[in-house]
């Protein structure tokens, strides 16, 4: 946690209660800070800046001197289309894929995504792992993340449209294009198709393909989801 | 795991027998291999290829029609120091690490490295998260890894040679210099020093610019020392 994400907050509000016990834990046990500290906070959808812990108890704590006048970081142009991982995994993407900037994180179905993935409790704490990747990322604005559970009816009614206007990639390690050689071609696409454990099987790439992605490769070596995605969003930074 | 490591093999060796559990469960439950199914392998430090299935039971395994006679991929020209993270993150670090082909690994001793980390039974588990990175990577040859308990003799007696013939870099977030100015001006330096979390402390970053690291950022957010890791490694695939 590099910031303490705080509500929306009104103009010329100066002081603010936590009460989220899983904050108020960090900033005593982690953070080891207490009364009279400063510390970095943010304000969802708003600015960054800092406040003075005035007072503290296991379930209440109490900020003042907020003084918030940094912007947030400018998002990447960047949309992830990501297969749905395995409900382990799915924290620390969103984590990261929010914590580096990603704009936009579009969770589809896919030939190895489990069915059972689509019933995880994991995905209903979607917005916790936001917040989690915001307070690591220094930043207040979260992602527009959507669920998409019908691959086909997705690719062929909305990303299909994309290719109008914008720049489409799919990661692929058996594409004869390099994503270095893609960039120095093209610059940066501004949507990244990328296949959760397995990859993609053939099909999904020939379907993305024909409604406008162009595979890519990032090397022989084959990466865990996690580091594939900031590997390829790494690029943007 | 996408390659099966095997032991080193003797010239024109046919067939061998796994007797490693984990292995053996991964080839039954996890890819779901019987009698007969091909599939593909490495033997440490030789060649990639395949083999197939002869016979299986919970303890013993045996592989046959052994063909391999593909090289591992290159390493990347890289060594990364990198400031001993929690146990609990050393074993996707060393992974991920491996698997992306970084040549040489320092884990070294940092100020936020608490002293606990250096008695972590995980510090006895490298070779076996490296084998898991050879497996995911589809390599054969380990990356050199050595461990420097002490940050100041390491930087001025060792660290300090290379940059006679080495370009080197610690990421610092407070750095004017970003990565992507370095590459443009420098081509992509040969040792990348990075802290675990909470980063180096100044008096870290001086020492090591001291002797020859040019400190450079990759933007205003901060990411995990995983994520960090990928973004900066992934540059050079």
């Known amino acids: 946690m590099n910031i303490l994400l705080l509500p929306e907050l009104d103009n010329n509000q100066s002081s603010?209660?936590?009460?989220?016990?899983?904050?108020?834990?960090?900033?005593?046990?982690?953070?080891?800070?207490?009364?009279g500290d400063s510390l970095k906070v943010g304000s969802v959808n708003g600015?960054?800046?800092?406040?003075?812990?005035?007072?503290?108890?296991?379930?209440?704590?109490?900020?003042?001197?907020?003084?918030?006048?940094?912007?947030?970081?400018?998002?990447?142009?960047?949309?992830?289309?990501l297969a749905l991982p395995r409900p382990k995994v799915l924290r620390r993407l969103i984590m990261d894929m929010t914590a580096i900037g990603v704009a936009e994180i579009i969770l589809v179905n896919s030939y190895r995504t489990d069915k059972s993935y689509w019933?995880?409790?994991?995905?209903?704490?979607?917005?916790?792992?936001?917040t989690e990747g915001l307070q690591q990322g220094v930043d207040t604005i979260a992602?527009?993340?959507?669920?998409?559970?019908?691959f086909k009816p997705f690719v062929e009614d909305e990303l299909s449209l994309w290719a109008k206007d914008r720049s489409l990639v799919v990661a692929h390690p058996y594409?004869?294009?390099?994503?270095?050689q893609y960039i120095e071609q093209s610059g940066l696409p501004q949507v990244l198709c990328i296949g959760a454990e397995g990859g993609w099987i053939d099909y999904e790439v020939g379907l993305l393909q024909e409604h406008g992605c162009q595979p890519i490769h990032i090397g022989s070596r084959i990466l865990r989801t996690e580091a594939a995605v900031n590997v390829l969003c790494g690029r943007y930074l």
């Open 16 to 35: 603010i209660n936590i009460t989220e016990r899983s904050q108020i834990s960090h900033i005593q046990q982690v953070l080891e800070l207490k009364v």
């Open 47 to 81: 600015r960054l800046g800092t406040a003075v812990i005035e007072s503290v108890s296991d379930t209440k704590l109490k900020l003042g001197c907020l003084n918030l006048d940094i912007m947030p970081p400018s998002k990447l142009d960047l949309t992830v289309v």
């Open 119 to 130: 019933q995880s409790p994991m995905l209903n704490r979607i917005d916790e792992f936001v």
């Open 143 to 150: 992602p527009n993340i959507q669920l998409k559970k019908r």
């Open 175 to 180: 594409s004869p294009l390099s994503f270095n």
